[in-house]
């Protein structure tokens, strides 16, 4: 296997991880996107929890991917006692058409 990729079921090819952090606060997120060497390779930015917050992020990761066509986006927040409901929910939906995954992590493993 090549170093900092990895093999999907997607038609069986390596693939370049990227990894999204997605700070969540009370009326918006900030997101940082790296690469496997923990570098970022976008600057940060910062959406509104709005619907066109939410479409501005769907946009952006279509964008980053269209870019990086041979990667798999994995994205991670915080549990934030229901802040990151909304930004969760957006982010599953998004895998349905786009290369990414998402999780909800549980603050007492996160640093």
């Known amino acids: 296997m090549i170093p900092g990729s990895i093999f999907t079921e997607k038609?069986?090819?390596?693939m370049k991880p990227?990894?999204?952090?997605?700070?969540v606060s009370k009326?918006?997120?900030?997101?940082?996107?790296?690469?496997?060497?923990?570098?970022?390779?976008?600057k940060s930015f910062q959406l509104d929890d709005t619907?066109?917050?939410h479409q501005a992020l769907y946009n952006i990761i279509g964008r980053f991917l269209s870019e990086h066509p041979d990667s798999m986006l994995f994205s991670g927040m915080e549990s934030t006692g229901g802040y990151e409901n909304n930004w969760y929910n957006s982010m599953v939906a998004f895998q349905s058409c786009l290369d990414i995954q998402t999780a909800?992590?549980?603050?007492?493993?996160?640093?």
């Open 11 to 14: 038609g069986g090819f390596t």
């Open 18 to 23: 990227f990894y999204m952090g997605i700070d």
């Open 27 to 42: 009326g918006y997120a900030d997101f940082m996107i790296i690469n496997a060497k923990k570098k970022p390779v976008i």
């Open 51 to 53: 619907f066109e917050g």
């Open 104 to 111: 909800r992590l549980n603050p007492l493993g996160v640093k």
